[in-house]
């Protein structure tokens, strides 16, 4: 059974470009959430996908966009980059939209 | 402001002490998870709580959910160098249907 693998690891853009970040979640599980980490702080929710539909959604605005497919694995889409969206990007999966959360190893994103 | 509020921020400690971290809230949680994340990586879970007043150990580390639901505590015992990272409460409170992570305690614990 392999767990949460997110691609790319690492990413340098550059201001007003678009990011598509992927995961792909573990074996059986159906729900995909996405989280934004600063440094030296928490993650904050920016969306879940349940059965290929979202599921609730932090606040991030519009330009922060998401699909599932239909194999459960997700993407996140980030438009018009801006230099806080520097952070560590982190997909997790879990086998309900209420069951415990296991996390892949994260995006990290420089923007310049 | 932060729906989990974790104190301490921050935590240096010589290997073999005892420590404990808190998790609070003004809101009730069905359950609450803790997490273990080190730089680099996404957070590992080590337990999720359920019941109010509720009590699980995992070898050296100790968890409680308060018994209104609302906070929730890890207390460490002899800690080690391995214990070192960024510790995380989290949960979805009874009306959210999002997952909040508070805010982390950096533990630093010298050899």
């Known amino acids: 059974e392999t767990g949460v693998t997110q691609s790319p690891t690492h990413l340098i853009k550059t201001r007003g470009q678009q990011v598509t970040l992927r995961c792909s979640s573990q074996?059986?599980?159906?729900?995909v959430s996405w989280y934004q980490q600063a440094l030296g702080q928490g993650p904050q929710f920016i969306f879940q996908y349940y059965r290929e539909e979202e599921n609730g959604r932090g606040n991030f605005p519009p330009r922060f966009s998401g699909l599932q497919f239909p194999n459960y694995s997700s993407e996140l889409n980030v438009n018009a980059l801006e230099l806080d969206d520097s952070a560590l990007y982190l997909c997790?999966?879990?086998?309900?939209?209420?069951?415990?959360?296991?996390f892949g190893p994260g995006t990290r994103l420089t923007v310049l | 402001t932060q729906l989990l509020e974790q104190s301490p921020q921050f935590l240096s400690i010589q290997e073999g002490e005892n420590l404990t971290v808190y998790c609070n809230s003004s809101s009730v949680f069905s359950s609450l998870q803790w997490y273990r994340q080190e730089p680099g990586e996404g957070p590992v879970l080590l337990v999720t709580v359920v019941t109010g007043g509720e009590v699980k150990k995992l070898k050296r580390l100790t968890f409680q959910f308060g018994d209104a639901r609302k906070d929730s505590s890890l207390h460490i015992t002899a800690a080690q160098p391995g214990d070192t990272g960024l510790y995380l409460c989290a949960g979805i409170p009874y009306n959210f249907n999002k997952f909040y992570f508070g805010s982390g305690t950096k533990l630093n614990v010298k050899p």
């Open positions: 997790a999966s879990s086998l309900s939209h209420k069951n415990e959360q296991f």
């Open positions: 074996s059986g599980h159906n729900t």
